[in-house]
């Protein structure tokens, strides 16, 4: 069962920074890509980054250049560097993979969660 476990989430003073990880786990073939989503109350569930496995990114405009997204492909973790935080990055964060499971089949699957605060 494949699995993904997000960390690092915490309150956090604005212009502070914060790094998540996510570690997949499971029965996996291989990966594709792997990203951060996040939702904010009120609010639809935005791209944050995502990183191929090939290491192409991308990222939100309204995090370019203080978001990094990498990764540890000997882990199968992804981790997303958030420097400069404002109160508007506040959301629970969530984790992404797009793997196969068959070397034709694609699906994504999600983490639970972590929540990041950022107090003014």
């Known amino acids: 069962q494949v699995q993904l476990v997000e960390s690092g989430g915490d309150l956090v003073q604005a212009g502070g920074s914060l790094r998540l990880s996510c570690a997949a786990s499971?029965?996996?073939?291989?990966?594709?890509?792997m990203g951060w989503y996040r939702q904010a109350p009120g609010k639809q569930r935005e791209l944050v980054a995502t990183i191929t496995s090939g290491g192409s990114t991308n990222y939100a405009d309204s995090v370019k250049g203080r978001f990094t997204i990498s990764r540890d492909n000997a882990k199968n973790t992804v981790y997303l560097q958030m420097n400069s935080l404002k109160p508007e990055d506040g959301g629970t964060y969530y984790c992404?993979?797009?793997?196969?499971?068959?070397?034709?089949?694609?699906?994504?699957?999600w983490g639970q969660g972590t929540q990041v605060t950022v107090s003014s």
């Open positions: 499971g029965s996996i073939f291989s990966i594709n890509a």
């Open positions: 992404n993979m797009q793997a196969r499971t068959t070397l034709f089949r694609s699906r994504d699957y």
